[in-house]
């Protein structure tokens, strides 16, 4: 794996140029100056898994109350 370091401006400019770098296997630093900001890197097999919807209904359970609003002591820190 390369790893190519590229200023946002160049970023902006060399979009495709980049993403076919990552497809192939490197990675992508974006840097503002000298400061690293975002990374590109190649998803993995299991970052394209498929999701199932009620692949594990009933595994966990959540309250009833479970959106309600805290009570002020929560904020406050006090009891």
Same mark, same amino acid.
Do not use: C, H, Y
């Given at each position: 794996?390369?790893?190519?370091?590229?200023?946002?401006?160049? *970023?902006?400019?060399?979009? *495709?140029?980049?993403? %076919?770098?990552?497809?192939?296997?490197?990675?992508?630093?974006? *840097?503002e100056g000298d400061k690293?900001?975002? %990374?590109?890197?190649?998803?993995?097999?299991?970052?394209?898994?498929?999701?199932? *919807?009620?692949?594990?209904?009933?595994?966990? /359970?959540?309250? !009833?109350?479970?959106?309600?609003?805290?009570? !002020?002591?929560? /904020?406050?820190?006090?009891?």
């Amino acid at each position: 794996m390369i790893t190519t370091t590229v200023n946002v401006r160049d *970023a902006q400019t060399r979009l *495709a140029e980049l993403v %076919r770098l990552v497809s192939e296997g490197n990675e992508i630093v974006i *840097a503002e100056g000298d400061k690293p900001v975002a %990374r590109l890197v190649p998803l993995s097999s299991s970052d394209l898994k498929q999701r199932i *919807a009620g692949l594990n209904r009933g595994d966990i /359970w959540v309250s !009833d109350d479970f959106d309600a609003p805290l009570p !002020d002591e929560f /904020w406050l820190g006090t009891k």
